[in-house]
């Protein structure tokens, strides 16, 4: 299933970011980054300030998973994926099986000190990131969300263009039934003729009937 952007039910974020509380300043390096660049991030400690040590804090967490587009667990040597971690990987991949959401990516990020075979280590340990989409490091997994996004806004404005060619038609249409109803229903009343009026019965018939 693909939303487009007019869609009431379209993403709120492009991404969720999912990680370490040691990562957490590197992680807002790269939110940075990416909210420069016109991404739309759900970074909790931005975006839940208000509700920090609400008992709503987890609901406020599971309700931004389920309006993000993608999920990107940011991944460095020193700092073990947490349960948490592995809850929300769990409820992302849980919601976009349940809507059937088929372009939704679950992004492995590597820190920028983080080698292929320490990245391999941590995912033996996480297996719930085994099979996961590894870039090469923020800037090839900015480029994914990048594509993905375009793909959506070349979607909607398709979709904005079908819509805005059925308005113009029918509007012509409107125009030429009450154009040719004016011209026609005084001559036919003057000549006594059968007048109807046309329109669709309860399950969707094209229908016409006798104006008395």
Request: proline share 3%; charged share 30%; aromatic share 12%.
């Amino acid at each position: 299933m693909k939303y487009t952007e007019n869609d009431e039910r379209a993403f709120h974020y492009d991404i969720f970011f999912s990680y370490n509380e040691k990562d957490l300043f590197r992680v807002r390096e790269v939110i940075t980054m990416y909210n420069a660049a016109g991404i739309r991030t759900f970074f909790a400690p931005q975006d839940l300030l208000q509700h920090v040590g609400r008992p709503d804090w987890e609901a406020r967490i599971f309700e931004a998973l389920e309006r993000s587009h993608h999920l990107g667990v940011y991944c460095s040597k020193d700092a073990l994926l947490s349960g948490w971690v592995q809850r929300e990987v769990e409820h992302f991949e849980r919601h976009i099986k349940l809507r059937k959401i088929n372009d939704s990516l679950i992004l492995v990020i590597p820190d920028p000190d983080l080698t292929s075979a320490d990245l391999d280590k941590i995912i033996k340990i996480n297996p719930i990131l085994n099979g996961r989409l590894r870039p090469r490091d923020h800037i090839q997994a900015f480029q994914l969300i990048v594509a993905r996004r375009m793909g959506m806004l070349s979607d909607s404005l398709q979709f904005a263009r079908e819509d805005l060619c059925r308005t113009k038609e029918l509007a012509r249409q409107a125009f030429e039934y009450y154009r040719h109803a004016r011209f026609w229903t005084p001559f036919l009343e003057e000549h006594r003729l059968h007048v109807f009026t046309c329109g669709r019965d309860k399950i969707g018939r094209a229908s016409c009937r006798e104006r008395v």
